[in-house]
């Protein structure tokens, strides 16, 4: 998409967020721009979650100074473990979700496949139809024109045979 598209795709998420909205859905961001492809959003809206997850990485609160004064190393560690713990288990769910995501991803890129192989048999189908349509529209004109000239022929007969009779 152009970079104004994936700007406007952008700034619906955005909006849907700050409307209350945490996760928008590629359906949502659509139904907020007012239409669009979700081939074009798809991939835009999963570049966004990406940042969108490393921008919360980074802006995670490291152990509040007054805290690591007041505790010690033993406490330390086991916040270390809940943080990595709690990471590990985020990861496997986003894992996950990118994995069903390019799944669907790569259903949908099949059925697309699939609607342009039909559209273009279609186009064929059309074009072998007008090609029929019009021979039998030439046939029909062929066989208007060969019983002409079988009456003409009869006619010219029937001259010959009326002259032939005269001599």
Do not use: Y
């Amino acid at each position: 998409p152009s970079p104004d598209m994936v700007r406007r795709i952008e700034d619906a998420a955005a909006a849907l967020i700050a409307a209350g909205t945490p996760n928008p859905t590629n359906v949502q961001v659509r139904d907020h721009l007012g239409g669009g492809s979700l081939a074009t959003i798809s991939p835009v809206m999963r570049a966004f979650r990406a940042r969108q997850r490393e921008q919360a990485r980074e802006d995670t609160l490291p152990v509040p100074p007054e805290l690591a004064q007041l505790l010690t190393g033993q406490l330390a560690l086991l916040w270390q473990t809940a943080v990595q713990q709690a990471e590990a288990g985020a990861l496997a769910a986003r894992e996950q979700a990118d994995a069903d995501i390019e799944q669907a991803d790569l259903e949908r890129d099949a059925a697309l496949a699939k609607v342009a192989e039909l559209e273009s048999e279609l186009a064929v189908l059309r074009e072998v139809q007008a090609e029929r349509d019009r021979l039998l529209q030439q046939e029909l004109g062929l066989r208007e024109n060969m019983i002409m000239l079988r009456e003409e022929v009869v006619r010219q007969q029937t001259r010959n045979e009326h002259l032939s009779a005269q001599l």
